[in-house]
């Protein structure tokens, strides 16, 4: 079945401090992948996506992923947390000629001054 | 705005009560999907248009829920004899998908419903 696994549930760093928050999914020819993040009572905005061209994805505000089939993993990082950056955050996949989109159940972030 | 937008924002209601929610795409998307989202989880997938097909739905898509996408642009939502467990943010995406592109899904604020 088609899966996604974000193995952290909340995660809390510091300000300033490297964000690393993971994905794993299914193993399936192809996938596409994203990240989105959810702010409170806002609504989900897309920070950034896999289309199997560059493995190393490069999305909004800093933030980017790697895909690794080796590793069915696409984890995402920052280098340097900003209190902004305290959301929900949802990793996402779509296999190929699907329109189906499965989310990971979301990981909070918490970020402390 | 040309982003999804999706009315009403919140609704109350009572057990037993229909209500009906609407989802207007951006314009020249061609891929509508509702997704219900409980508090402390992911989106669920619910169901799917391209242009006005209904072409998937969930098993969480109960017959007491109805959606439709009359003519390929705004879709609505019903939900008949409501109950508490169908509290929930309710959540509108679109896409446009042609040929072998597929492009990411973007979503609207929802609707929040409280059945009391």
């Known amino acids: 079945a088609q899966s996604v696994t974000q193995l952290d549930s909340h995660v809390s760093v510091s300000e300033g401090t490297p964000v690393l928050l993971r994905c794993n999914y299914s193993?399936?020819?192809?996938?596409?992948l994203f990240w989105y993040v959810q702010h409170p009572n806002k609504g989900l905005q897309l920070l950034l996506k896999?289309?199997?061209?560059?493995?190393l994805v490069k999305g909004i505000n800093g933030f980017e992923a790697e895909f690794k089939k080796s590793e069915t993993s696409f984890h995402l990082t920052k280098p340097s947390a900003h209190m902004s950056d305290a959301a929900e955050y949802f990793c996402?996949?779509?296999?190929?000629?699907?329109?189906?989109?499965?989310f990971g159940a979301g990981t909070r972030l918490f970020v402390k001054a | 705005d040309t982003g999804v937008s999706q009315n009403p924002r919140h609704k109350i209601t009572k057990r037993g009560q229909n209500v009906t929610f609407r989802c207007d795409p951006i314009s020249e998307h061609n891929r509508l999907y509702w997704y219900r989202q409980t508090l402390g989880q992911g989106p669920e997938f619910l169901t799917y248009?391209?242009?006005?097909?209904?072409?998937?739905k969930s098993r969480l898509l109960s017959d007491r829920f109805s959606a439709e996408r009359p003519k390929g642009s705004f879709s609505t939502l019903e939900i008949q004899r409501t109950e508490q467990g169908d509290s929930a943010m309710y959540l509108c995406?679109?896409?446009?998908?042609?040929?072998?592109?597929?492009?990411?899904?973007?979503f609207g604020q929802g609707t929040r419903l409280t059945v009391v």
């Open positions: 193993s399936s020819y192809s996938p596409s």
């Open positions: 248009f391209q242009n006005e097909a209904q072409l998937e």
């Open positions: 896999y289309t199997s061209a560059a493995t």
């Open positions: 995406a679109s896409s446009l998908a042609k040929e072998a592109t597929n492009t990411e899904a973007f």
């Open positions: 996402v996949v779509r296999y190929t000629g699907g329109f189906k989109t499965i």
